[in-house]
């Protein structure tokens, strides 16, 4: 549960004399309020302000007063307080963790205030609804609707409105990994909201801060941010944002691998989220609890947190959050000796895993036939003009013949210029096809490259999958269990490799061979700290041009034929050295593979699936893998390809 909470700016704002009053005073007041014959207009703005300020204490409440704030404001009959009162509603429910129907609310508030004309009131639904896009890892429309609310804050001077959004933008960045980006937002929100005093908000950036940090890898500042934000909500009594706080910073201790503190910390947030009831909270710091538990061997007790927090994800629309609990019950069951569990829930945790990666691949083809059909009817529309201009320039012509002969070298001029301008159209036509021919090759590309990411990585996360079931059948030693976790471990971290490779690969499109040699040279580097008995060299010819690129396609399988090479090296010759080496002549290109291991007569031995890809890698590139071994004489395995 990695991802950090957006803190968002819901329901109406503060008068400058609630700001110095806690949530519970402004609710006793308004409270004694609500008690006397006030019209509807009025009663639905202090019930809406009531579920408001009971979004730090208790969501219920804030949910049950929401609901009364719509009804008085339907009676009132006013579509602004109306449209405030499902924004209100909307605030607890979102909280609370239900996406789909605070979507519903927001929307609502939207179109009413789009037939008002209220555009502050607009770009407040446009935050919330990006919220919940982002929640929901829909990231492009998450942008867009970020987008369209902050200039609308800017203008109107809205600050605290418009330090949300660089908040959430913010998040968008780290979500990308761009952390350098998405701190400097999180910052400039943060001071805007210290300016401002705005507490609540405060919080929410250091919480945010400490986050990004934690990416960063400078877990001292990522530790002080945290326990400011957990210091402020509890100063505020704010039971929310300590809600929100717990989980943020149990995550960061999970990733810190501080177990024992992981369990004090998720122990603390679930009291709190329960006060709340925030159901994403909750889940969230159930799942960090089952971390801890399942690492302190307590199994029975993780698996309860575990599969509570598994279901609550899932009520709540988040199904792509419910994978980390189903990877911990993996283990859990294993622990349990519940083979079959295990198995389901690691099945379940795969099938989670492909329906991600084919929802991200149906995004760019779809993205790619949009493009393809817009340019198509664009290109159809040209020629029905293109047509229909010829007709009518046949007609002009006759009627200016038969009128009079002496305007024919008038005539003729026309005719050539419009000639020209077709042949223009023409061109332009023929550069429109041409570049949906390169779309097609990206497309093809990138589903090379999909199906790499399928082929390697899903066969190596079965892999971890069956070793944890094996571990049922070894005796309850630790050190046994040490070693065969250490090997999961280390497989593991292999698959993280190559898909991270291959994430390379697909985000950079044009890859130079700069890039690519570099990418070589970190390999052999790591292979060099693995095996510190054998040397890894890597040759590169004055003649390869390193400013040149092939495609993303091409670049993945020359990184895994050369991997594949060294690492069947490395497990099976005993070398001494290890060399990779780049030539280029002309169009070809020569990567060869060499080592001074025992080597082998090919006819006396069966090839194996690693041969067999680099041999059918070769072939998907155009070229050829030519393997040269005599025993005592070492390996040499060639791959020559031409660019062209």
């Known amino acids: 549960m990695h991802r950090i909470s957006l803190f968002i700016c819901f329901g109406i704002l503060w008068s400058l004399s609630s700001l110095a009053q806690s949530p519970r005073q402004v609710i006793d007041s308004l409270l004694i309020r609500v008690k006397e014959p006030l019209p509807p207009n009025q009663l639905a703005n202090m019930y809406g302000e009531i579920g408001w300020q009971y979004g730090s204490i208790n969501l219920d409440s804030s949910i049950y007063f929401g609901k009364l704030a719509v009804e008085q404001a339907e009676l009132a009959g006013d579509p602004g307080i109306l449209a405030q009162a499902y924004s209100d509603l909307g605030s607890g429910i979102l909280q609370k963790g239900d996406l789909d129907e605070s979507k519903v609310l927001y929307l609502r508030s939207l179109a009413l205030r789009k037939e008002i004309q209220d555009s502050l009131g607009m770009a407040k639904s446009y935050n919330a609804l990006g919220f919940i896009h982002q929640r929901k890892y829909e990231t492009d429309s998450a942008i867009n609707y970020f987008l369209l609310a902050l200039p609308i804050f800017q203008k109107s001077g809205a600050q605290l409105n418009a330090a949300t959004v660089l ?158 609990p189903y990877f911990e019950l993996i283990s859990v069951y294993a622990a349990l000796g519940m083979p079959d569990s295990s198995r389901f829930y690691g099945n379940l945790y795969q099938q989670n895993l492909r329906n991600k990666l084919e929802k991200e691949s149906k995004e760019i083809v779809s993205e790619l036939q949009t493009q393809y059909e817009t340019e198509k009817k664009d290109r159809e529309i040209a020629e029905q003009q293109l047509a229909i201009r010829n007709k009518n320039f046949q007609l002009y012509g006759s009627l200016i013949l038969a009128l009079a002969l002496g305007i024919l070298g008038y005539l003729l001029y026309r005719q050539q210029k419009l000639k020209n301008a ?101 390999f052999l580097q790591k292979a060099g700290q693995s095996s510190p008995d054998i040397q890894f060299e890597l040759n590169v010819a004055s003649s390869v041009d390193k400013n040149s690129g092939l495609g993303s396609a091409a670049s993945i399988q020359v990184l895994r034929v050369v991997q594949e090479a060294v690492q069947n090296s490395v497990k099976y010759a005993s070398p001494t050295f290890i060399r990779v080496s780049i030539e280029q002549e002309g169009v070809e290109y020569r990567v060869a593979v060499q080592d001074d291991g025992k080597g082998f007569e090919e006819t006396k031995i069966t090839p194996g699936n690693g041969l067999y890809n680099m041999r059918k890698r070769a072939e998907e590139l155009g070229g050829e893998l030519e393997l040269s071994s005599t025993p005592g004489g070492g390996t040499l395995i060639l791959l020559v390809w031409d660019s062209e």
Not at 199 to 220: E, M, Q
Not at 246 to 252: E, K, L, V
């Open 422 to 522: 077709q042949l223009q159209q023409e061109a332009d036509l023929k550069a429109a096809l041409a570049q949906i021919e390169t779309q097609n090759k990206l497309q093809e590309q990138r589903l090379l490259i999909s199906r790499d990411l399928h082929d390697n990585i899903g066969a190596q996360l079965t892999f971890i999958i069956s070793a944890i079931e094996n571990l049922k059948y070894f005796d309850p030693i630790k050190e046994k269990l040490s070693e065969r976790y250490d090997s999961i471990a280390n497989f593991t971290k292999q698959t993280i490799t190559e898909l991270r490779d291959t994430i390379w690969a697909m985000n950079s499109g044009q890859v130079t061979w700069e890039s690519l040699i570099g990418r070589i040279q970190d």
């Open 167 to 324: 908040n959430n933008l913010g998040v968008i960045y780290q979500n990308l990994s761009n952390y350098e980006k998405a701190k400097e937002a999180y910052q400039e929100s943060a001071f805007i909201r210290e300016q401002l005093g705005d507490v609540r908000g405060t919080i929410a950036s250091y919480n945010n801060l400490g986050t990004v940090y934690k990416y960063l890898g400078d877990f001292d500042s990522a530790e002080r941010y945290f326990q400011k934000a957990l210091e402020g909500s509890i100063e505020l009594g704010d039971l929310m944002n300590q809600a929100m706080t717990y989980r943020i910073y149990g995550a960061f201790l999970m990733e810190k691998g501080d177990l024992e503190k992981l369990e004090s910390v998720a122990r603390k947030g679930l009291e709190v989220a329960n006060q709340v009831n925030s159901q994403y909270d909750i889940a969230s710091i159930e799942h960090a609890l089952g971390v801890a538990l399942n690492a302190k061997g307590e199994f029975a007790e993780a698996k309860r947190y575990l599969l509570s927090s598994a279901a609550s994800m899932v009520d709540q629309g988040t199904v792509e959050d419910a994978m980390f």
